[in-house]
């Protein structure tokens, strides 16, 4: 039973452009959650989706987006990359309005 | 506004005592609380978690205890083993949404 899967591991880039990234779920979850990690900090919410839907959003501007396909899979997309945006993006699924959320080994994401 | 508060950065414990692990929360809608433990350039792996309607929830060595009174919960390593160093996450959430988690607390169990 694949847990949280996650691509790809590390990605380099450079200010201005644009990333996607990647996620497949637990087995059996349907909801999927995406969360921003800096270095020394715990990690931060920035949006969740159910039935390909944004469901909630944290305090992330507008170049962060996501989408939601039927598989239950998810795109987490950053456009006009800044140098703040390095981090570990976590991706967690679970079942809808369950409070136990699992996460994937992340994407390491560098911004030069 | 940090609304989930770990206060101690590190914790360093040696091999076979006890570990306590705490974290402070204001919002009083918060209905589930729950603990990650991360290994560097890993995802945080779910480790226990307790409901708001309880006050100890136990599993193996690890116990978590909830003081709704004072926003208070925490979390019990007994005996800490060498495997157990890692960062420790306390987080919290209402009704299966957003995770609100605390800066970290980062244990070292001394052999």
């Known amino acids: 039973d694949a847990g949280v899967t996650q691509s790809p591991t590390h990605l380099i880039k450079t200010r201005g452009q644009q990333v996607t990234l990647r996620c497949s779920p637990k087995?059996?979850?349907?909801?999927v959650s995406w969360y921003q990690q800096a270095l020394g900090q715990g990690p931060q919410f920035i949006f969740q989706?159910?039935?390909?839907?944004?469901?909630q959003r944290g305090n992330f501007p507008d170049r962060f987006s996501g989408h939601q396909f039927p598989n239950y899979s998810s795109e987490l997309n950053v456009n006009a990359l800044l140098l703040g945006d390095s981090a570990l993006y976590l991706c967690a699924s679970s079942l809808v309005n369950d409070n136990e959320q699992f996460f994937g080994p992340g994407t390491r994401l560098t911004v030069l | 506004d940090q609304q989930v508060k770990q206060n101690s950065p590190s914790l360093s414990v040696q091999e076979g005592r006890i570990s306590i692990l705490n974290c402070d929360y204001t919002?009083?809608?918060?209905?589930?609380f729950l603990w990650y433990k991360k290994y560097p350039a890993e995802g945080p792996t779910f480790l226990i978690s307790?409901?708001?309607?309880?006050d100890k929830n136990e599993d193996g060595r690890f116990t978590v205890f909830l003081n709704k009174s004072a926003k208070h919960l925490s979390l019990h390593i007994v005996p800490s083993q060498p495997g157990d160093s890692a960062v420790y996450f306390c987080a919290a959430n209402r009704q299966g949404g957003k995770l609100i988690f605390g800066q970290g607390t980062e244990l070292s169990v001394k052999p």
């Open positions: 989706y159910y039935e390909e839907e944004e469901r």
């Open positions: 087995s059996g979850h349907d909801t």
């Open positions: 307790i409901s708001s309607i309880k």
């Open positions: 919002n009083s809608m918060f209905d589930y």
